[in-house]
Each structure stands twice: as C-alpha cells, then as structure tokens.
C-alpha cells in the first residue's frame, strides 16, 4: 500500500473537523466545500471577492463557482494532492469573514438593514 503524502489529510479526519470546526462545510471528491447562499448577484460578487482576497493574501486558492444567488467554495492543496491544514485554515478565515454579522455582536458596527433592498448574505444563523 502507497504510503500517504505528507501533510494529506485522511477522509474520516477531515470529516471529524469539518463536524467539530467548520460545520456547515462538507467534504467531497477531495475537497471541503461551502456554499454560501446571498440575496442576489451584487451580493454574489460581493462574497467572490472577499473569497479572493482572503485567497490571495494567504497564497492559497480555492476554485469558486457562482450562479445569480450563491458562491460555492472549494479548497484542495493542488501541490499536495489533497486537504491539508492550509485548506482548513483558509476555510476557517473565509467562514469567519464572510460569515460576521456585526449587527448580531453589538457595538457600533449595525449590519446591514433589515430592508430587502440592502440585504447581502442569507446568513445560517
């Protein structure tokens, strides 16, 4: 039997993180995906380049597919071959980013308004 590349994580320890660290990411053929559900294609857009942001600044990138009203994201070490500890980290950055409702926290930062004309992010909770 091969031995493991280095640094590849196995199924059923990515599944145990992804279950305890990151749960609404999921893992599939080789790679921890999300998608995120927005309010629309200016939302959309919105979350694609706050994902390449967080990418580029980590050198680190994820393949993205988008459609009118969701991004999905995901993360595979192309080098490795496999999920690693980088995948996990940008997921990690990208869940905190995308996911902050500042409204939801307190403090001065209010989040977006309630109306539908400024809606964004269809948040999970």
Known sequence: ???PREGVLDDATIEERLKSELSEWR????????TYKTAGWKS???VINTVGHLAEA???????????A??????TNHAAKGVTEKDFAL???????????????GGALEGTPTDARFAYIKYDK
């Open 44 to 46: 959309t857009l919105m």
């Open 27 to 34: 893992l599939e053929e080789g790679w921890i995906k999300r």
């Open 70 to 75: 969701w991004v999905e994201v995901r993360l």
């Open 91 to 105: 997921a990690r950055k990208i869940e905190e980013v995308v996911g902050w409702q500042p409204g939801a926290e």
């Open 58 to 68: 980590a050198w680190h990138h994820p393949d993205l597919t988008a459609s009118y």
């Open 1 to 3: 039997m091969a031995e």
